[in-house]
């Protein structure tokens, strides 16, 4: 019941932004957009979230388009240790159950 | 302050035997998961905790696979008999109560499971 639509893979020079996109045009008034990423062999990881406004933390920044139908997850400096799956979900707040969907590959290159 | 315990990292197994996995969830935590992950893909809930209560279970096989938590604390997931089809990885993750913040989800590193 993956609710999101997100490219399979992209890359992305080091130091540069990496953008990652998502597509969320079903997305409901009340479900928030989260964003987790997973490092090979590793379980996933939190990243952000957010509801209509864009959001800043220590690692990346959400940005969600006005009419809430997509949003974009980025990592203002990309180093080698950002190569990750990230996973761009919706869902109720707190509401504890994720459809992770397939995420998008992200390549980080020297 | 340790993070999502789960142990075994690596399990090999005969098709048709039973298998366990162990999961210790970060202290304070009421909530608990259990994730199937496929490789190539996300992964999928197989069950959710709210301490000793498992409030959803309806992605769990539940003709061979069954989970316990006994104490509201570290929880089990075993299958019985395993069939090839469920080599994948097995994660846990934990969540604080719920309250005005968001109970962000804390993973372990999952079992990765293969069945011959």
């Known amino acids: 019941d993956a609710k999101t639509t997100q490219p399979p893979s992209m890359d992305c020079a080091e130091g540069r932004a990496a953008n990652l996109p998502c597509n969320h045009s079903t997305i409901s008034g009340n479900e928030y957009v989260y964003w987790y990423r997973q490092i090979h062999s590793q379980g996933p990881q939190y990243i952000i979230h957010g509801l209509k406004n864009n959001e800043t933390n220590e690692m990346a920044s959400l940005i969600i388009t006005e009419d809430r139908k997509s949003s974009t997850l980025i990592l203002p400096h990309a180093t080698l240790r950002d190569t990750a799956v990230y996973y761009c979900?919706?869902?109720?707040?707190?509401?504890?159950?994720?459809?992770f969907g397939s995420g998008t590959k992200l390549n980080v290159k020297p | 302050e340790a993070g999502v315990v789960q142990s075994p990292r690596y399990k090999i197994i005969e098709k048709k035997q039973p298998v366990a996995f162990w999961c210790n969830p970060i202290?304070?935590?009421?909530?608990l998961y259990w994730y199937l992950q496929n490789l190539g893909q996300g992964p999928e809930l197989l069950i959710r905790?709210?301490?000793?209560?498992?409030?959803?279970d309806s992605q769990l096989p539940k003709d061979r696979f069954s989970a316990e938590r006994l104490k509201g604390v570290d929880s089990t997931l075993k299958i019985q008999p395993a069939e090839l089809g469920d080599s994948a990885v097995y994660l846990c993750a934990s969540s604080p109560p719920t309250g005005s913040s968001y109970n962000e989800q804390f993973f372990g590193p999952g079992t990765r499971l293969t069945v011959l």
């Open positions: 202290s304070g935590h009421n909530t």
């Open positions: 979900i919706v869902s109720p707040y707190n509401f504890n159950k994720f459809y």
């Open positions: 905790y709210e301490n000793e209560e498992a409030v959803d």
